[in-house]
């Protein structure tokens, strides 16, 4: 049963749409990339997802839902959206950075403290939890952010260049944090400008150019000679 589902959506730009004729099905348990080139469309597709953009037609369904009907609560329980380069509106320490993350979650405090202190871990962020966001690195900010993404296990977690700021080592290390949550049942969508990076870890991808669909599927598929000629 598909978790995701994208029907002819087309989003309007200034001058061209963002999005056009998008026509799209993902399930869960799967690490999909999405790729292509400047402007091609790969954090508006996101946004719309997230529901930061809203179509001129068609439709977003998750979970067998529109989007559209679905409260604040009921979104934040299936899903979580980590922005590209988002700059932290206040300066708290990393922890309550995270605690943010399960303010629309009905936990237990142990659960709550189960899970913080799982991706605590996951994130590489124990010597960092009690410092102020203000004081990290752009890197370590970017970590700190997916782990609140991570915290509330949403169904499908959407991740706008996840790995931009990071060294390398934190960039696989990231990439195998999340082949490991698609692995465990979750839906992951990101957006990658590093096509090596998501050709290894990817299940499948998903090529935009110029806000149009140009292909998806596997990576031996969609990093074709053809493909990426007419889109790089």
Known sequence: ????????????????????????????????????????????????????????????????????????????????????????????????????????????????????DRVVTECDLVDLSARALSTLSGGEQQRALLARALVGQPKLLLCDEPTSALDINHQLHTMQLLQQRSGQGQLVLCCLHDLPLAARFCDQLVLLNEGKLIDVGGPAKVLSDDNLAQVF
């Open 1 to 116: 049963m598909a978790l995701l589902e994208l029907s002819d959506i087309r989003v309007e730009g200034l001058s061209a749409p963002r999005l056009q004729s998008i026509n799209l099905t993902l399930h869960s348990g799967q690490l999909v990339g999405v790729i292509g080139a400047n402007g091609a469309g790969k954090s508006s597709l996101l946004k719309t997802i997230a529901g930061l953009l809203t179509p001129a037609t068609g439709h977003v369904a998750i979970d067998q839902q529109s989007m559209q009907q679905m409260s604040a609560r009921q979104k934040a329980e299936v899903m979580a959206y980590l922005p590209q380069r988002e700059q932290p509106q206040w300066d708290v320490s990393v922890i309550e950075l995270i605690k943010i993350g399960l303010l629309q979650h009905r936990l237990s405090r142990s659960e709550q403290q189960r899970r913080i």
